[in-house]
């Protein structure tokens, strides 16, 4: 039993009904920590150290009370002094410490190895300002500093602290700990991020994100990085990913030790999982650190070190895989440049096989080297990982077929169901009892598809939802969205591989077939949500075109009673909380072969949303579970646009001709249209298109079309739909990050 009546007397002296919803937030946060500090952190021997540069946690109070079995419990007497718990959760800021999937991924396994008792931490930077804050000007994306650090609460400083020796200056490291709070559980982790001793916050701007890139001693943990688009940045990353990595490496060292390694034995005290190349150099720091400082033989040092380090890979843009210049490295650290020629030597003396070298042309590639010198290399989807072994590393899965495995990602359901979906919480919790909030298993739900009362609850659940969305929208962003509008939602990054250029052109569609008098049989509101890197000029353009076409149909007294684009400003995890459990269809139509996994489309279909979506990532897992009947899939396999890039035979300008394909791009750069918007960035969006389409959505266009023609006509019997929805729910089980990282245990990490 908690008292929180008291425990407001004693914060503020004050009764609970009279405090502010912020300071219920700060005595809530108080609550937490303590509890946190009476717990354990898990034991074992081999403590798994999940080495990442981005943790996009979010805000924990919910999830946290949640993890604690405290809740429901502090829901109900919160509400009975009159505070409303949602509006509480709302004063923590986000903390916002990664770009997109990779970072959120990190978060949810967080939560799963705490879940499932098994002793692993996170490892990584604390940077000052989190992933940019995304405001709209002139129907434009402009980049604001994420000052997030001054009102946050859950940091707690240690006395730990290094020294990181760069060529030709040294600087001091802090270490600060976030607890991780095993869901009813009572031990912990926790996530450790290292901050900068003299990080200058002044070096930021109030108004933008440029800052002094060559002031290392004071900048090293000021900021995530949103892309890597000039030389001085680009440099300063690999001063933050040694500052990283050293960091890490001299913890992992320093509390083998404290626990009896004698060094020759550290891989039974660590395995360490690196979150994509990012955080590659650990290999040559821990090598350097037991044969510099600690005496141990090069050969031997090496056999160590790889048998501790597994790495994961999430890209398969080529232009996405890290390639540093070895001038570089050796700016950053002479010393470290040294060891990975000598790694390099040793791989060629090996293999001489050129595209597998370490080193090509003075540059370094990082996924080479952690393939060579780690034991584990995986993949994060089935598609993804089979591209890896048979295409794009496929050199290396002939070297070393052994290491390689895959480890199809997963979400956790602590978060993206019980934290933001209360009602549909609340009816699977009365349906099927709770288990599932542990085993993940939902599929008891399918004895239930013929079950009218389930099924209107599935129904009441959404609309729920559908509320908190409106009220969200209508409170952050000025927006309101009609009652009995089918949600329409495509959530993540702004980029080409994505294709929200290809919904953009739908909505050009539908608006025209909207004005040819085919009034839809009830409103459809599409949502956009996501940030663009602030240097990638065609992903900017695609978000002005997607803000102009809102401003467009909102202004077409014939279309606007029926159509409706909201482009949601600053996208991130608070928002996705509230976007997700509403959408009743999820967008998930990348160019096949291009999203490794996806991650949204997990959360929106354990939130009863149907997926529109082309065979990509884990999509295909996904269509294989629910069903030919459950799911929408569309456009060209991804064994055909690997063809397609191998010959070069993808030619935009031949779809651009298509008469029904012409009239929708060139719609850009109608005069009444363009006026509304920046002619300039619109002209250069459809010339790209017409001309280049990198990623081709002209391709799947008219697929896509008919696709989404048929979704929505298919919406309209409600019973069917609903039916749907449930196998969704039900078939998600499979996506628990629960059972992600058991199997991360189970094949790599070998915890206990
Ligand atoms: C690299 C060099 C310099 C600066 C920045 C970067 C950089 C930063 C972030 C490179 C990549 C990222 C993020 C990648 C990412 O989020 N990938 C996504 O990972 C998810 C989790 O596995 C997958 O579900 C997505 O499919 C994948 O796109």
Redesign the pocket.
Known sequence: MIDLESRARKFAGKGLAELTDAEVCRLLEGLVRERAAQMPTNPGKRRLYYLSA?FLIGRLLATNLINLGLYGEVRDQLAAAGHDINRVEECEVEPSLG?????R?AACFLDSMATLGLPGDGVGLNYHFGLFHQRFVDGQQTALPDEWLAEQAWLAEEPTSFTVPFADFSVTSRLYTVDVLGYGRGTRNRLRLFDLVGVDDSLVPADSIDFDKDALRRNLTLFL?P??SDEAGRLL?VYQQYFMVSNAAQLIVAEALERGSDLHDLADYAVVQIN?T?PTMVIPELIRLLVDEHGLGFGEAVGIVSSMVAFTN??ILAE?L?KWPLAYIERVSPRIAEVIEKLDELVRAEHPEPQVQIIQDGVVHMAHLAIHYGFSVNG?AELHTQILEQTELRPFFDLYPQKFSNKT?GITFRRWIMACNPALTALLDHTLGTDWHRTGDLTGLLAHRDDEEVLQGLAAAKDDAKARMRDFLWHSQGVRVPEDAIIDVQVKRFHEYKRQQMLALYLVWKWMDIKNGNIPPRPITVVFGGKAAPAYTIAQDVIHLVLTLSKWIAADPDVAPYLQVVMVENYNVSAAERLIPAADISEQISLASK?????SNMKFMLNGAVTLCTLD?ANVEIADLVGEGNIYTFGTSSAEVERLYREGAYDPAAYYRRPGIKLLVDFLVNPRFAAMGNPERLRRLHDDMAGHDYFMALLDLEEFIQAKERVYADFEDRQAWLRKSLVNVAQAGEFSSDRTIAQYDRDIWHLR
């Open positions: 981005e770009n997109g999937g990779l970072g991924l990085y892309d890597d990353r994509d990012h999430h890209t996405a890290e994060v990602n999203e490794a996994s996806g991650t990532g």
